[in-house]
C-alpha cells in the first residue's frame, strides 16, 4: 500500500493521488486532470491568442476594435476604433476569448478576430 505510481498533484503537489475513471484526483485540494501516460510536459502548455492581424496578445494589453460591433440591448453599437484598455485572456464561449470593460458599455467579452493591439 506504501507504492503510489501516480503523479503528485499539480496544484497542491499533494501525494495522495488516486484515479477515478479516466482522471487523477487529488483528495486534498479537490483538483482533478486527465490521466495521459507519457504527459508530463504538454500540461505545460500554453493557450496562444493572436489578434486580427496576427500580433500575440496578452492579459492587460490595449486593443482596438476594427470593426462596428452591435450590442444586444444598445441603440448603438461599438464603434471601430474603440480603444480597450486592460483585456483579459479568458477560453470563453463560442470564440469569445477577450474578458474587458468597453467605456459606455461596461464589461463585455470580445472576439479575438476583431480586435487589432495598439
Same mark, same amino acid.
Given at each position: 500500500?506504501?507504492?503510489?505510481?501516480?503523479?503528485?498533484?499539480?496544484?497542491?503537489?499533494? =501525494?495522495?493521488?488516486?484515479?477515478?475513471? =479516466?482522471?487523477?484526483?487529488?483528495?486534498?485540494?479537490?483538483?482533478?486532470?486527465?490521466?495521459? &501516460?507519457?504527459?508530463?510536459?504538454?500540461?505545460?502548455?500554453?493557450? %496562444?491568442?493572436?489578434? =486580427?492581424?496576427?500580433?500575440?496578445?496578452?492579459?492587460?494589453?490595449?486593443?482596438?476594435?476594427? #470593426?462596428?460591433?452591435? %450590442? #444586444?440591448?444598445? &441603440?448603438?453599437?461599438?464603434?471601430?476604433?474603440?480603444?480597450?484598455?486592460?483585456?483579459?485572456?479568458?477560453?470563453?464561449?463560442?470564440?469569445?476569448?477577450?474578458?474587458? #470593460?468597453?467605456?459606455?458599455?461596461? =464589461?463585455?467579452?470580445?472576439?479575438?478576430?476583431?480586435?487589432? #493591439?495598439?
Amino acid at each position: 500500500m506504501t507504492e503510489n505510481s501516480l503523479p503528485p498533484c499539480p496544484e497542491c503537489a499533494g =501525494a495522495y493521488t488516486y484515479e477515478m475513471g =479516466a482522471l487523477l484526483v487529488c483528495p486534498e485540494c479537490g483538483h482533478e486532470w486527465p490521466l495521459a &501516460p507519457g504527459d508530463s510536459g504538454s500540461v505545460s502548455e500554453e493557450r %496562444v491568442i493572436k489578434d =486580427a492581424v496576427g500580433n500575440v496578445l496578452a492579459d492587460g494589453d490595449t486593443v482596438t476594435v476594427i #470593426k462596428g460591433l452591435k %450590442v #444586444k440591448g444598445s &441603440p448603438s453599437g461599438i464603434k471601430a476604433g474603440t480603444k480597450v484598455r486592460n483585456i483579459r485572456l479568458v477560453d470563453g464561449v463560442d470564440g469569445h476569448d477577450i474578458d474587458c #470593460k468597453v467605456e459606455g458599455f461596461g =464589461a463585455m467579452q470580445l472576439k479575438s478576430s476583431v480586435v487589432r #493591439k495598439v
